[in-house]
């Protein structure tokens, strides 16, 4: 029975580590996407047509640039924490030529600079030309947070339950976040800016842990092969000591 239970473990240890490899190839394949595409040029935000295909995989991180004019009196606050400390994302509508809406998160500002009159500039007018990465919607909120809509309470960038709040239609189902304009100083926690929203805070970083997962399985089944080894080793000499013994008591 035992001999059946060790063999079943190390089938299962086997396979696991295995697809932690099968994994480990995806995630790197994933991160070599995603950093093509943050330093391509930019290209045209996809519009109406182009939407249903929108999706994670193909899409995201991807450097976009769109033109429109700002609905600066319908900013939506999205609970975050960056380099500069906790505070919010500005999620800003952005209305372009065709009267599609693009949520564009313009930036980071700290709790003291959500009012527009404290942030040490105005909001851009007219019309604009935004560049910056394309982020496929975030729906539901964060881990253990729910996006309360009622109470204009985010945790993620929802964009479909933003818009209905706004009363925005058709709107984009991804967002844009907005890169800082060239030649724009480092952030220095030590040095608050001047100038909010900071944009160009996002962190691109994907965890990849996924080799020492599989030698971890690998070490597994190795350690239930040598225990199995031993037993069996054990095994049969007790058996060769027996029958040893029965031999050594015949007449």
Known sequence: M????????????VALGTWQVHRLHWKHDLIARVTQRI???????????????????DDAYRRVMLHGVFLNQDETFVQ???????GFWVLTPLRRDDGSYVLVNRGFVSPAH????????????????VTGLL???????????KNNSANDRWFSRDVQAIADKLGLSPIAP??????????ASAVNPMQPPSVWPVPGLTVVHFRDSH???????????????????????????QRRRRADHQAGRKP
């Open 135 to 145: 982020r496929v919607t975030e729906p539901g909120g964060a881990f253990l947070r």
């Open 80 to 86: 975050a924490t960056t380099a500069l400390g906790p």
């Open 211 to 237: 080799l020492s997962y599989a030698i971890t399985w690998y070490i597994l089944a190795l350690m239930v092969a040598a225990a199995s080894f031993y037993v069996v080793r054990i095994e049969l000499r």
């Open 114 to 129: 959500r009012d527009p009159a404290t942030r040490g500039a105005l909001a851009p007018q007219g019309e604009v030309t």
């Open 174 to 183: 991804y967002f844009v976040d907005q890169q800082a304009s060239a030649g």
């Open 39 to 57: 330093h391509a040029p930019a290209v045209p935000a996809p519009g109406r047509s182009q939407w249903a295909g929108i999706n994670e995989h």
């Open 2 to 13: 035992w001999a059946l239970l060790a063999l079943i473990a190390f089938c299962g240890f």
